[in-house]
């Protein structure tokens, strides 16, 4: 019985953190957008369309691939590490424009 409960929880947790990863990586997508197209003339991208481009682009450009057998932290890792640094690189170059 502690083995299904244990599994219900992690799979739980898998579904809560897919859903807040998702909506960083959207975020991050809609601070990028209104930072360097919205300059160009073009509409700020809502929430919503921001969440379903991250999702197709993630799609698309998938290419992570483990290197180690702790292969939970290191996913962790990268998907959060990610949209940071595209974050922190994109505020970097918005302050230099």
């Known amino acids: 019985m ?3 409960m ?3 929880i992690k799979v739980l ?7 807040f990863l998702t909506i960083l990586d959207a975020y991050v ?3 990028l957008w209104e930072w360097f197209i919205v300059p160009m003339g ?3 991208l809502p929430v919503f369309n921001a969440i ?3 999702l197709i682009m993630s799609m698309l450009s998938y290419q992570y691939i483990p290197t180690s057998k702790d292969l939970i932290v290191e996913r962790l890792l990268y998907v959060i590490t990610l949209p940071l640094s595209a974050l922190f ?4 170059i918005k302050s230099i424009m």
Request: no cysteine; glycine share 8%; proline share 4%.
């Open 89 to 92: 690189i994109g505020l970097i």
């Open 52 to 54: 379903g481009i991250s």
């Open 2 to 4: 502690k083995e299904v």
């Open 42 to 44: 073009i509409k700020p």
């Open 13 to 19: 947790a898998a579904i809560l953190l897919t859903i």
């Open 29 to 31: 997508l809609k601070i």
């Open 6 to 8: 244990l599994f219900i």
